[in-house]
Each structure stands twice: as C-alpha cells, then as structure tokens.
C-alpha cells in the first residue's frame, strides 16, 4: 500500500508539472513576454527567404544631385507641377508624392495654381496623410494633410509607420484613419491603381452613417495589420534622379507604363527608420522605400498576416502537447540532440508558415515549451545527476592538496577552518597556525601597494581588500616577513536556504608574472642597453617639463650630444666593445644631468640631456665644455684604452621652438654642424647652422629622386635559417643604395629623407616588386622559400597599400602564402583600429604578418593580442649580449615561451656568435637570423648560397 501511494503521488505530480507548463506556455504567448525573441527569429526568417525586385515601379528620388542642381529646399510648386505634366505627358497611370503640401506657397500663387492644375490634369496623384497630436489641445489628434487646393484633385493615402518595441518597422496598417480606419495606406492606393478621385476603403463604404472622413478625434484607429516582407536592403528599388526627370527625355520615356513614387533621399532630409531588411549593414529605410516596399507586397500578394492572440495560443500549446506525447514516448532515450532536433523541427515549421501560406505565428512561447519539456521527463535523472555532483564536490576536498595554488576556506564569521599546502607554501605558515584565526590575520595586504580588480567588470572594491566577493591582485607579507604578489578570488557559500555558510578563497602566486610583466614595461620605456630613458619616454618627459616651464616661466636646455667616430670602435673591436662604451657614456653623462635633469638615449651613439635650471649662456657653455671632459677621458674596455670625443647641439625652449619634437631637431641641427666643424666641440641653434643642414639635405633628397626614378637601389637580401634542419627557409628584403659621391649608405640615412619628402611610397613599392619577382624566380627553380620585406608605418596606413600588395602579387605570380610583411610597433601604434583593419585584409588572402624589434617598442603585449599576428621577431639588442648577459637570456627565454603559448613562429635577428645560436636553440627557437649565418647579399649571392645549402643537404642524407 506504501509503494502504490507513493507511485499515485509522483504521478500527480508529474501531471501537475504539465499542467502547470501547459498554463505558463500560454500566458507568456498571451503576453508576448519573449516579443524580443520572436522579432530576432522573424527577421532571421524573412532574410532567408529573398524576394524578386519589382520592374514596375520606379522611385524618383530628391537627392542631393537634385538639390545641387535645382537649388536649396524647398523648391517652387511650379517645379513639382512642371514634373507632374511631364509624366501626364508619357501617360503615366499613378504617381504617388511621399511630400506633404500642407500649406500654400505665399510667396508665389500662381506656383500653387499650377501645380493644382497638374494635378487635376494628371488626375491619378496620390498624396500622404498623418496624425499629429494637436497644440492646442492634450490628446487631441488632428489629420496632417495637402491643401484643398491640392488634394480635391487626388487621392489620400495615409503614411503612419508602426515602431516594434525594439524600434524597428515591420508592420503596417492597410487602412487607418482619426476614430475610424478609412484611409488606405498610400503604397495600397497605388498598387490598386483604383480612381484616385473616389478611392475610398471598404469600411468607408460600410460607414453609410459618416460619409466624410473624420479630421479631429481622440485615437487613430488601424485595422489591416500585416508584415512586410521586404524585398532587399535599402537602395534595392530602381531609383532615379528628380532632376533627370524634368531635364533628360530618355529618362522621362522609360517611366511610361511605370508606377512612380516621388520622395526624398537627400543626406540630412527625410524620415528614416530601422527595418529587419537594413540590420544587416545598419543603413536605415528611407519614407519612400518603406511605400516602394508596400507596393511590392501587394502586387504580389505576399502579406505576411500575424496570427491573433488566440490563434497562437491554440496552435502553441497544441504543438507543445505533441511535444510532450512524442518526448514521452522516448523516455530515456530524450536526450539534448532529441532536444535540438524538436527545437530545429519547431523552426523549420515557423518557416514554412511563414513563406508558404504566409502566416506568422511567434515562436518563442512554442520554444520555451520544447525547452521546458527536457528537464520534465528528466526530473529523475537531473535530481540524481545534481546528487552525484555534490558528493563528487565534497570528495574532490582531497585533490585540493595536490595543487599549487592556495585555497582557504572560512566560516560565516570569516574564520579560517582550512588551508591547503599551496596555501601555505605562499602564506609561509602551517595549517595548525592559521586554523581559527580571521582572515585578516594571515593574509596581510601590504598598504602601500594598489590593489585592482584582476577584471575590469569585477564588482569587487578594491579598498575592501579581502571582505567582498571578486578577483584582486595585489602584493601581501608573509609569516617571514618577505613580500609576494597574488591574485585572490573570494567566492561565498551558501546552503540550500541561501544563508552564508563561509567563503572559499584561491589565492595564486604571481610573483615571477609581475616582475615579467614589469620588465616588459621597462624595455617598452627605457633603452635596454644603457637602461636610460628611450626616445618615447624623453618625448614624455619633455613635455612635463615644458609644462611646468611655462607655469614658472623657466628655459629650458636641450643638449644634443653624439660620439665623433663611433664606427671605428665597433669595426676596430666588435658590436660588444661598442656597447660596453655607450653604457659607460651613460654613466658619465648620467653623473652630469644628476637629479636636475632628464638624461636619455636618443639612438645609436646620440644622448639627449634636458635640464631646466641654467640661467644664462655662460652656465650653459660651463655644461657643455663639462660633457665634452668627461668623454675626453680614456675608457677601460677588454684591457685596452680607447678615446673619443663627441659633437654637441644646443637649443632652447621656448626661443628655438614652441614643441618638444621642433626643438630637439634644433639641437640635432646643431649637432650635425658642430660634427661639420670636426667634432669635440658644442654649437648653439642658429638659422645658419640650420641653412648649411637644410641645403645638404636638399642635396640628398635630388640623388634620391633620382635613385628612385632610374631604379639604382639595391635590395639585398638576408637568409633566416632553420638551424634543426640547416635549410633557408625564409629571406629578408633589405635595402641598400650606392651613392655615386656618398659610397654604400644604409637604409637609416635614406628612408627617414623618403618619408619627409613623400617617395616611401614608391621606394617600398619598388623593393615590394623586385623582391617577389625573385622569390617568384626561386619558387620555379625548386627552392621553396619565403620572402619576408619591411612595410614603413606611411605605407600600412596608404589608403593604396592593399591594392598595391594585391596588384605586385598577382602581376609577379608570387603565392601570396610565400609572402611576410614585417611591421614595427611604431607602425601600428597611432592607429591600432586602422592597422587592425589593413592587417586583416592582409591576413585573409593568406599573407603573414611578423611583428619586427618586439620588446623595444611601446605595447608588444597588447599588439600580441589584438593583432593577426604570426611571426615575433626577437630584436637585435636582447640577442647580441646573449651570452654575457644573464638579464638578457631571461627576457630571451620569455619571449621564446610567450610566443610559443601563443602559436607564434618565434625568429630571432643578430645572431653573430656559434654560443648565442646554440643558446637561442636550447630555448627551443629553430629560426635565426645574423652576420652568424651570412650577411645582407645581392640576389646571385644568394641564389648562391641557397644552392650550396641544398646541395650539402642532400649529400648529407645520402650519406
């Protein structure tokens, strides 16, 4: 007997769950709750199915071409009745005007008189009519409507639109009217093409008791409603400009036979709205394309009528009982694919509805009871499943102890009554220790550091540090008093009743990810060899100081400061020797601009010193002899005793300059005069140093308009070999120019001048070209390499670059997938959007993208992850002291892992040295570039070189 009332209870209660998701079904068809949901699946559908483009009806726009032409809105009425003769010309059937004439044109009579005659002599014009709320009288509606002068000769049509409630029109009233629907819509009138002088609505002729149409009332009766299914997005009907109209007789003759609506388009003017036909490109419908698409609906009898209220619910509700039979039926074997194919059947069946016998009936509701029906014949096995989880929770407590983050668990009270062995190796204290202590009490935020929010979203307050739920990293001390970074989550517990039990709270150590983190950001801002400030930091800086300059009225000083001769120590000693001297310049420079000043590395052998508190000619002078005595003395390097001097130019603010950049190219200029005169010395800023600059430079920029134009530069190019397999598999474009007075100059001394003087454009496209013609010339000859060329930041943002690329590759035959484009940070910075967009166009048909010199400019890591980025290019300077420079090999090793995490091919440039190759591959990076493997070489060397590589590997596997 318990047994049977125990299976009579669980069957109630299943028909009580039925029952009771029959009744929700139901109400929330009746109130449209998921109106939302069926506007997204209606518009979906009706994309889905397009409609044919009507060849009858034609939109003769008033657009700017038309404005520009015949003059400022509005026009004279003579101009509109001398349009509408010219139709009455051609036999025109029906012309219908989205333009309200409201009013006379007082300043012209004869005007109005024409245009009446137009119509009266066309005598099938149609014009709007529209409720406007009284302002005389609340809730007074009133009828906006043509003159009598103009609308006793045409028909009325009414142009109401109505707005879903996410605001956009897909519905429209065949007839409406003030208190009574008996106007026609106006795309109605004219597919009906009745006699406009008499068109009159069936209600019309019903309603024998109110003859006359009423002009005042209370609300605007509708009566009609059907879907549009629109026939395309906007701009899918014919259109034609209102000026050809009037002035172009061809125009006119092919409007013959055609139904004709007039409106504006014009930029600016009109009424436009959002329709599910403009969502897709987000271009809203003009007035005159929402009647075009009434027209079309009705010629072709293709209304879409909504289900009533009861009718939706009946049909709901029926299909959501044949859902339940057919589910219950499966039993067990209703599973989630059984779900979704129901789901799928019940849309497919909306669909066909829809565009078969063209009724729309919502199926939200009809969703909700397919969804709502799996956990129904589930309820067993979801109470068992969730059961089974909770045990499965309590259990995995022991798995706890073998992770390495920190996990702490409290009670209401915020007591500690569990610590892991994560916990404690971060904490540094034992379980024993921390079990019924706070909180607070061994986990010690350090006040001195931020603590933020690890997501942007997170609710937590920061100033709440550790008592509200949410994610924080922050810095803490430990029992031994040492400090660590972590990131805290806190989540709370509740019971069944949601009651807070306690809190859990991960703690993970992310001590060595800061300090990553933080070196990254140093590189980004400070020169990695001589750790001084980069050129964005002093620019930075720079501009502080004019800042509080021009509050305390003071000048400021730019010294300049460049070393005479530097080549000779690299060429004499090495890359390695010339380094140790510039980290030594720094240091005596350093001493000189002491806490006064902004001492930084401008690039190369040059040093830029800012100070702020020389008050005349003679203290300057006295700084400038300082620098020039403290790189006279000798310097200590590899046990040999090297001199140099150095060139020095001098500006100020604000007398040689209102802007940071304008004044250090003043003392630039300088510089390169005092290094004319034969250097060791310093010279002021004067325009005449600045003539002597600026002739030179023209001198220059003539050579190398005419390098460019008779194609004397070189390109070079530069092998990037597999070490694994001893195989060139990519090479570098590089370019070179032998000046005929100048000798070999490098690219530094010629590409800044092309982007002055606006040729980078052609200068890149000229290597771009040579350097797919022979690549294209390898690929034939059976070496499959790839080529990788330098895009200057003016060419990736030319409007013409995309189309260039495309054009050299299809002219050259060159494989788009053969081709790396490598830009620098500095390329992309300014305009990260735009790049963003150029690069993955480049990126869609194929082409690869490499990030050059990563780590020396300003956000690598967010480039990383906003970029269609593939290969990472580690600079020069982290590669070059590899082998000495512990710092160095760290930053090496992060970026080799950063880019492995993220599937980039990792290439690293200025290999020199068998030691920094074999270390660079014991860091798992297989692809290097350097003097190691080979110089920058002219195509022959190369073909060359490429041919002995094969070669020798060929013989090695037969061997």
């Known amino acids: 007997m318990i047994y049977l009332r125990h299976l009579q209870r669980q069957y109630n209660t299943f028909i009580t769950r039925i029952l009771s998701l029959l009744a929700i079904t139901a109400i929330i068809s009746y109130t449209e709750v998921m109106e939302r949901i069926d506007f997204v699946i209606y518009d979906a559908m009706n994309t889905l199915q397009p409609s044919a483009k009507d060849t009858d009806l034609v939109i003769v726009a008033i657009d700017d071409t038309s404005i520009r032409e015949l003059g400022g809105w509005p026009w004279s009425r003579g101009v509109h009745a001398e349009l509408i003769n010219r139709l009455t010309s051609i036999g025109n059937q029906t012309t219908a005007f989205d333009l309200l004439f409201s009013e006379l044109q007082a300043n012209d009579p004869h005007a109005d ?89 069936p209600d019309q002729e019903r309603m024998t008791k109110t003859p006359l149409p009423s002009y005042h009332g209370r609300f605007w009766a509708r009566t009609g409603e059907v879907l549009i299914p629109f026939t395309g997005k906007p701009g ?190 971060i904490l540094r204290t034992q379980l024993n220790q921390a079990t019924g202590k706070l909180l607070r009490q061994i986990v010690h935020i350090e006040p001195a550091t931020d603590c933020t929010p690890a997501d942007q979203n997170s609710a937590v307050n920061p100033e709440s540090g550790l008592d509200t739920p949410g994610t924080l990293e922050c810095q803490i001390k430990t029992a031994l008093n040492d400090r660590r970074n972590v990131r805290i989550t806190r989540n709370q517990l509740h019971d069944e009743k949601r009651v807070l039990i306690g809190s859990v709270i991960s703690m993970t150590d992310i001590t060595d ?74 240091r005596r420079l350093d001493g000189i601009a002491d806490q006064h000043g902004v001492i930084a590395r401008w690039g190369g052998d040059e040093f830029i010193i800012l100070l702020d508190h020389l008050g005349s000619s003679e203290s300057v002078a006295e700084v400038a002899q300082k620098i020039l005595r403290v790189i006279e003395q000798h310097f200590e390097i590899d046990g040999m005793r090297i001199f140099v001097s150095a060139s020095i130019g001098i500006s100020f603010y604000p007398q040689d300059g209102v802007s940071s950049n304008l004044v250090l190219e003043k003392a630039g200029t300088a510089m390169y005069q005092a290094k004319r005169e034969g250097g060791n010395r310093f010279d002021f800023y004067s325009p005449q140093s600045s003539v002597i600059w600026t002739r030179d430079r023209l001198e220059l920029e003539k050579d190398l308009r005419t390098a460019i134009e008779h194609n004397e530069l070189q390109v070079f190019f530069q092998p990037i070999v597999n070490v694994v397999s001893n195989k060139i598999t990519h090479i570098e474009a590089l370019v070179r120019w032998q000046h005929p007075e100048r000798g070999f100059l490098p690219p530094s001394e010629f590409v800044p ?114 970029l269609p980025i593939d290969i990472l290019k580690i600079d020069k300077s982290f590669v070059r002291t590899l082998d000495q420079n512990q710092n160095d090999q760290k930053i090496v090793q992060a970026i080799i892992g950063l880019g492995a995490n993220l599937g980039l091919t990792v290439v690293a440039e200025g290999v020199e040295t068998e030691q920094q190759s074999r270390m660079l591959l014991q860091h798992h990076c297989r692809y290097q570039q350097g003097y190691f493997f080979s110089r920058p070489v002219p195509y022959p060397a190369l073909l060359e070189l490429i041919t002995k590589k094969m070669t020798a590997g060929k013989q090695l596997e037969a061997g």
């Not at 709007?128 to 009598?148: G, I, Q, Y």
């Not at 407590?397 to 190796?425: C, F, K, W």
């Not at 305009?831 to 400019?857: M, P, W």
């Open 113 to 201: 008189q024409l245009l009446s005659e137009a119509i009266a002599a066309h005598g099938h014009i149609i014009f709007p009519v529209a409720p406007v709320v009284s302002t005389t009288e609340s809730n007074l509606l009133t009828l906006a409507m043509p003159h009598p002068l103009f609308s006793r000769h045409a028909a009325l049509g009414h142009t109401d639109i109505e707005l879903d409630s996410d605001a956009i029109a897909r519905r429209v009233f065949l007839h409406a009217g003030i208190n009574m629907p008996v106007w026609p819509a106006l795309g109605l009138l004219l597919a009906e093409k009745m006699p406009l002088t008499k068109a009159r609505s």
């Open 236 to 425: 899918s009907f014919p259109q034609i400009s209102y000026s050809r109209v009037l002035f172009d007789d061809d125009v006119l003759a092919s409007l013959k036979d055609k139904a004709v609506i007039i409106g504006m388009t014009a930029t600016g003017m009109g009424t436009r709205f959002a329709t599910p036909a403009s969502l897709a490109n987000r271009q809203p419908m003009t007035g005159v394309e929402w009647h075009a698409n009434i027209y079309s609906m009705i010629q072709h009898n293709r209304m879409i009528h909504p289900a009533s209220s009861a009718v939706a619910i009946l049909i709901t509700l029926s299909w959501v009982t044949l859902i339940l039979v057919v589910t219950g039926a499966l039993k067990n074997n209703f599973t989630i694919l059984s779900l979704l194919a129901l789901l799928l059947l019940t849309l497919i069946l909306g669909y066909l509805s829809l565009h078969l016998i063209n009724l729309w009936i919502p199926p939200g509701a009809a969703l909700f009871g397919v969804i709502a029906s799996y956990p129904l014949w589930n309820w067993y096995r979801i109470n068992q499943f969730l059961r089974s989880f909770l045990i499965n929770k309590i259990q995995s407590t022991t798995a706890l102890e073998t992770i390495g983050d920190g996990v702490i668990i409290t009670d209401a009270s915020d007591h500690v009554i569990y610590i892991n062995r994560g916990a404690e190796n």
């Open 513 to 586: 990810t800061v300090r990553l983190t933080q070196r990254v950001a140093f590189q980004e801002e400070y020169d990695a060899l001589t750790k001084l400030p980069n050129r964005a930091k002093l620019l930075s800086r720079f501009d502080q100081l004019i800042r509080l300059a021009e509050e305390a009225e003071k000048t400021i000083t730019v010294f300049f400061v460049t070393l005479d001769n530097f080549k000779k120590i690299n060429d004499a000693m090495g890359h390695q020797a010339g380094d140790k001297l510039l980290r030594i310049v720094s």
């Open 753 to 866: 001048l092309a982007e002055n003087i606006g040729l980078i454009g052609q200068l890149g496209e000229r290597v771009l070209s040579i350097s797919c013609v022979f690549t294209n010339q390898l690929l034939q000859a059976g070496y499959p390499v790839k080529v990788s060329v330098n895009v200057n930041p003016r060419q990736l943002t030319n409007p013409e670059f995309l189309e260039t690329v495309f054009k050299i590759l299809q002219e050259t035959g060159l494989p788009s997938s053969t081709l790396m484009l490598e830009i620098t940070e500095s390329a992309i910075v300014n305009n990260t959007e735009r790049a963003s967009e150029i690069l993955a166009q480049i990126k869609a048909v194929g082409i690869q993208i490499a990030l050059d010199d990563f780590g020396t400019g300003y956000s690598s890591l967010t480039l990383l992850r906003e």
